[in-house]
């Protein structure tokens, strides 16, 4: 029977490659987002892999419809194996200027809604003795940068939350896994790109080059496929089955600093 992995926004970039690469493996396909066309992108990848799906345009911000998105998966194939906490947004400001509903945002998409899928996923786990979590945070787990104190203390958190999953589940045959990008060129870096121009004066090639890149010590963009493969190794393989609690960095040199 086919395995099936539960990828929170993944009907685009990151979350979209991972999708793709486990519908590529047989596994049954959870997609969520909150793109508009994301009904038909989760029906078109399931479609070229020939593999089983659901898209749920669960809000992360709302627990209940993330329970329900859990539900449905358990209610259509049986069971999940993976989970994979991916979907995030980012918002960059001082501290002083930061917008409270900004914050709350931030912290609920990014950190608390993890902690809601995975504890509605957790008992099945347990009771298949067998489960792998892949939580989507970035070197920006691992170290700051001014103006995303939001986003710094989200992605650190859910360091944090991984390695309590991976205590907890190592005697039920569960790992948890965090994954520490550096910049991977999708739409949530698109989108800092104007203001990041407006702050630093800056044409978008400089900006790409002297703020992005500045700190990788390959001076390239991380690939979705980089990370995509990378979940794939910690979720799908044999030999990291003894892998837990660890938060990689996958961020060209960016956190060797
Ligand atoms: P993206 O903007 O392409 O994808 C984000 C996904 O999350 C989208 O599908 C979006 O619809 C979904 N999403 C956002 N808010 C949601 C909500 N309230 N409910 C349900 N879904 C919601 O960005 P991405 O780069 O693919 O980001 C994926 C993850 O990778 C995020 O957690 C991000 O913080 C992390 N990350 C990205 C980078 C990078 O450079 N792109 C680096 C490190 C970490």
Request: aromatic share 8%; glycine share 8%.
């Amino acid at each position: 029977m086919s395995k099936t992995a539960l990828i929170t926004g993944s009907t685009s970039g990151i979350g979209l490659a991972t999708a793709k690469a486990f519908a590529a493996k047989g596994y049954n396909i959870v997609f969520n987002g909150l793109e508009e066309n994301g009904a038909e992108i989760a029906a078109e990848v399931a479609q070229t892999y020939n593999v089983g799906h659901i898209f749920s345009p669960a809000n992360m911000l709302q627990p209940e419809e993330i329970r329900a998105m859990v539900q449905q998966a358990f209610d259509q194939f049986g069971t999940i194996e993976v989970l994979v906490n991916n979907a995030g947004i980012q918002f960059v400001a001082p501290v002083e200027d930061f917008p409270e509903d900004k914050w709350d945002a931030i912290i609920a998409i990014n950190l608390t809604a993890a902690f809601h899928a995975t504890k509605a996923v957790w008992p099945k786990m347990k009771e298949q003795k067998y489960g792998r979590i892949v939580n989507i945070s970035s070197a920006h787990g691992l170290i700051a940068s001014p103006f995303k104190s939001a986003y710094v203390a989200a992605k650190h958190g859910i360091i944090g939350f991984t390695k309590v999953l991976a205590l907890e589940g190592g005697e039920f045959g569960i790992t948890a896994n965090a994954i520490c990008p550096g910049y991977v060129h999708t739409p949530i870096v698109d989108k800092q790109i104007p203001d990041q121009m407006k702050a630093h004066n800056m044409t978008r090639e400089e900006v790409i080059e002297k703020v992005f890149l500045a700190e990788h010590a390959i001076k390239e963009f991380i690939t979705t496929d980089t990370i995509a493969q990378t979940i794939l190794y910690l979720a799908d393989s044999e030999a990291a089955a003894t892998i837990t609690g660890i938060a990689m960095p996958l961020d060209a040199g960016w956190t060797a600093h």
